[in-house]
């Protein structure tokens, strides 16, 4: 029986581990192996003998420029490096890999991650509603409410940024370069 209260560990020590990549909240095979307690190639092994479950909307290999640029945004060292791009998997196949991987830790993490996943499109949908409430009024102000348009703004940008996972994007590498 799978405990269903406290979670293994905290909240935002699992939202940091999920990353925006095209344009899908996903989280990468060794950091889901380590949640679960297992390697990442015990982990790839079982999503590879079980394939047909895991269509392209569940999981999906970065290409090569996806691996270089992520591999700069991840500061943390994995230990003997990472030689094969990893896996990205959306909320669906984390939930699919609950099938595949069947021990205790994995089953509860599990449960965790898809409560994260949950809380965040909450979050998502109560940001737009507010959003859309602030632009309805920005609509009725008048030309000498211009100090209470820019405090809209402000606001949806605010918001905005609350909500926005953080992508991939290309960095410039840093140090002396001939």
Known sequence: MVKLG??????????????????QKVMLDFHLAELYGVQTKVLKQAVRRNIDRFPADFMFELSDKEFETLRSQIVTSIKGGIRYSPMAFTEHGILMLSSVLRNTTAIEMNIQIVRIFVKMRQMLSNHREIIAKITQMESKLTSHDVQLS????????????????PAIRERKPIGFRK
């Not at 406290?6 to 020590?13: A, F, H, M, N, R």
């Not at 820019?150 to 996972?165: P, Q, R, T, V, Y």
């Open 6 to 23: 406290k979670p293994i560990i905290p909240d935002e020590v699992l939202v940091s581990k999920i990353f925006l990549i095209r344009a």
């Open 150 to 165: 820019k405090l809209f703004e402000a606001l949806k940008e605010l918001l905005l940024d609350k909500i926005s996972m």
